[in-house]
């Protein structure tokens, strides 16, 4: 019996799909390769290169490799371009899991794990998100992984759907060196991306009321985020209960000044970044709790700001110029 990882050719896929092979879970990925990496799949490690909007690879998937759970990572991820392109947001993550759920179904599958999003929040008030702080989500990405969580509560109405979505905020890092973030809108991969090219990072926005004026925001390890995806599958497995919901967050949050002195350290590039005007719609602070989360998936931060820092620099430097830009 296997697990099928959905986007399993992505950054965070690929560490989730390690880390069910350290579990003894053996994992059958499924991704269209738009913006996976058929290397970040190991040799031995089935790839099916199918989009979920295509429902007979999808049942294939299941029937072929005995798959009795699936964690969904798969979609279209990036919450600024879902505002230009909506259709095409919510084709990927609401049509796609739809076809998803109803192969599954079909099957008699019982069990999901959803990458959910902090974006499903919005702009929270609050210093500290929780499970029961009020959803808002402000771009169709978050609307997507919303309806997502919606349709997985209906279901286990319906039909009883074993399943948990998991929230999480911004996720960095690499669990090894050929393993690394190719999104070209993360704050990792873009500074990365200008120091090795010999441009300087940019600060948006010095005036927010936070410490040092910067934005605050959560940043969470990639490999303790995938532990926590397998442990969500293993207590499945094992029968147990899990919420609905879990925040994997760290509880205090670095800002955007203290992720560039990270950097600067660890890099040894002494450079210091431009500043510029806040961008519309940035909100000053937003971390999460994951107190319900280390409570029931063993979630708990395992890096420092600095060993994240290097662990992605190191993954940037092997790629060399194969990285995505």
């Known amino acids: 019996m296997s697990w099928l990882v959905t986007g399993g050719a992505g950054y965070i896929g690929s560490h989730v799909v390690q880390a069910l092979k350290d579990a003894g879970i053996p994992p059958v990925v499924i991704d269209d390769l738009s913006t996976g990496v058929t290397d970040f799949v190991p040799d031995d490690v089935p790839l099916v290169n199918a989009s979920?909007?295509?429902?007979?690879?999808?049942?294939a998937a299941l029937r072929d490799h005995a798959v009795e759970g699936v964690i969904h990572l798969a979609g279209f991820k990036y919450a600024g371009v879902s505002v230009e392109r909506?259709?095409?947001?919510?084709?990927?993550?609401?049509?796609?899991?739809l076809v998803?759920?109803?192969?599954?179904?079909?099957?008699?599958i019982d069990r999901f794990v959803f990458s959910s999003s902090a974006s499903t929040y919005g702009t929270?008030?609050?210093?500290?998100?929780?499970?029961?702080?009020?959803?808002g989500p402000q771009?169709?990405?978050?609307?997507?992984?919303l309806i997502g969580e919606w349709l997985l509560r209906d279901a286990e109405t319906s039909y009883g759907l074993a399943h948990t979505s998991l929230r999480y905020f911004n996720v960095?890092?690499?669990?090894?060196?050929?393993?690394?973030?190719?999104?070209?809108?993360?704050?990792?991969?873009?500074?990365?991306?200008?120091?090795?090219?010999?441009?300087?990072?940019?600060i948006n926005g010095t005036d927010y009321p936070t410490p040092d004026g910067t934005c605050v925001r959560d940043y969470v390890h990639v490999s303790d985020l995938a532990a926590a995806h397998v442990a969500a599958a293993?207590?499945?497995?094992?029968?147990?209960?899990?919420?609905?919901?879990?925040?994997?967050?760290?509880?205090e949050g670095s800002s955007v000044r203290e992720i560039m002195d990270a950097i600067r350290k660890v890099t040894g590039?002494?450079?210091?970044?431009?500043?510029?005007?806040?961008?519309?719609?940035?909100?000053?602070?937003?971390?999460?709790?994951?107190?319900?989360?280390?409570?029931?998936?063993?979630?708990?931060?395992?890096?420092?700001?600095?060993?994240?820092v290097a662990s992605a620099w190191a993954a940037r430097q092997k790629a060399g110029d194969s990285y995505p830009s």
């Open 100 to 108: 998803l759920m109803r192969a599954l179904k079909d099957a008699g």
């Open 172 to 202: 960095v890092g690499s669990g090894t060196e050929d393993l690394y973030d190719v999104s070209p809108h993360n704050l990792f991969p873009l500074v990365f991306d200008m120091l090795y090219r010999g441009a300087t990072p940019r």
């Open 52 to 59: 979920l909007l295509d429902a007979e690879a999808v049942a």
């Open 86 to 97: 909506p259709l095409h947001t919510y084709e990927q993550n609401v049509t796609g899991m």
């Open 234 to 251: 293993q207590r499945m497995i094992n029968g147990g209960d899990l919420e609905p919901v879990y925040n994997l967050g760290s509880g």
């Open 124 to 135: 929270p008030d609050v210093d500290q998100v929780t499970e029961d702080t009020a959803t």
């Open 269 to 308: 590039i002494d450079f210091e970044p431009t500043l510029a005007d806040r961008r519309p719609g940035d909100p000053a602070r937003i971390v999460a709790n994951g107190e319900l989360a280390a409570r029931d998936l063993d979630w708990k931060m395992r890096h420092t700001l600095e060993e994240m």
């Open 139 to 145: 771009s169709p990405y978050g609307e997507t992984k």
